[in-house]
């Protein structure tokens, strides 16, 4: 895979501040059995302080003043609210918004998505194959492919997805990166793990838990972590507060620092270690999960 076309995700830009954020959300339109969330419903208060606090954070981020990316990770389904749709087309409008992402199931129309700018918004899809027939995912994936925005697809390795990720594989576009996130708490054999390395040539970082202490993070300094209240954090992992983006006491305490847990075992994590090159693998896509470089094995 060859993406030397894509435009710059803003990574490495002076002043350029990346964010991962998470509101009050915490519902789904699907049923993992390894997801927490899975068909949960928030009450209309819940969703009314889910979608005041998107709104404010789009304001913030209209009026921040520097080069911005946004990945929002919610605890569920954002795409199936209007309010995420929205902040979605109104910040990859914004001359200083570089990237503009979200991770999603693809349960949504794709009509909304004409309205965006193209160049900035990106999608993170999550194929779940027991929520999911595969052509109506697979038709979701043309959808997007053939109005030109930028996204990434993955699966969960888990031994019963294997067969329905290699037919996703074979029927998506050659250009379309296909990620395998490590199940939690599954430990590979050297043959499954080449089953999934064979899908994805970068599977190996997802496969064990990264070691991660003390060693550079760009999360703290780059990259920080946005609760639906403000509160600006390292990253999603990691509890210390750094303080609040409305209030701007965030930017003092923004500095290089070293990881102060064991390990980071999630991809949103650990992409931002320093050792592992993964800025150089995703240079451009970073949030959205798309590899910069030519894969082998493809």
């Given at each position: ?32 059995p ?9 009450n ?34 954002g ?10 087309v ?11 992402a ?22 993170w ?17 043309r ?9 990434s ?10 067969e ?6 074979a ?8 990620w395998?996130n ?7 054999t ?7 390395a ?7 970082h997802?496969?064990t ?20 209240d ?7 992992f ?7 983006l ?16 064991a ?27 798309i ?7 493809w």
């Amino acid at each position: 895979m060859d993406t030397s076309v894509n435009p710059p995700g803003g990574e490495h830009e002076p002043g350029h501040l990346t964010i991962l954020y998470r509101g009050p959300l915490s519902s789904c339109d699907y049923d993992c059995p390894y997801c927490p969330f899975a068909k949960r419903r928030d009450n209309p208060e819940r969703l009314r302080q889910d979608r005041a606090a998107l709104e404010r954070f789009t304001a913030w981020t209209a009026e921040c003043g520097h080069p911005v990316s946004v990945l929002f990770t919610p605890w569920g389904e954002g795409l199936v609210r209007s309010w995420y749709r929205r902040a979605m087309v109104e910040l990859s409008r914004l001359p200083h918004v570089r990237r503009v992402a979200i991770q999603t199931n693809l349960s949504f129309r794709t009509g909304w998505l004409a309205e965006a700018g193209l160049d900035t918004l990106a999608l993170w899809a999550t194929y779940h194959p027991d929520q999911v027939t595969h052509e109506r995912f697979l038709g979701r994936c043309r959808e997007l492919h053939g109005l030109g925005v930028r996204f990434s697809v993955g699966v969960v390795g888990l031994p019963e997805h294997l067969e329905a990720a290699r037919r996703l594989r074979a029927d998506l576009p050659p250009e379309v990166y296909l990620w395998v996130n490590a199940a939690e708490g599954h430990l590979y054999t050297d043959e499954e793990a080449a089953g999934w390395a064979a899908l994805d040539p970068l599977f190996h970082h997802s496969r064990t838990p990264h070691r991660s202490a003390g060693l550079p993070c760009r999360t703290g300094e780059s990259v920080i972590s946005v609760a639906g209240d403000g509160t600006v954090r390292r990253c999603h992992f990691v509890p210390e507060v750094l303080g609040n983006l409305y209030d701007g006491s965030f930017r003092a305490a923004l500095r290089p620092r070293g990881c102060p847990l064991a390990v980071c075992d999630c991809h949103i994590g650990y992409v931002h270690l320093e050792p592992t090159g993964l800025y150089d693998v995703f240079a451009g896509g970073v949030l959205e999960r798309i590899p910069h470089v030519s894969l082998s094995g493809w």
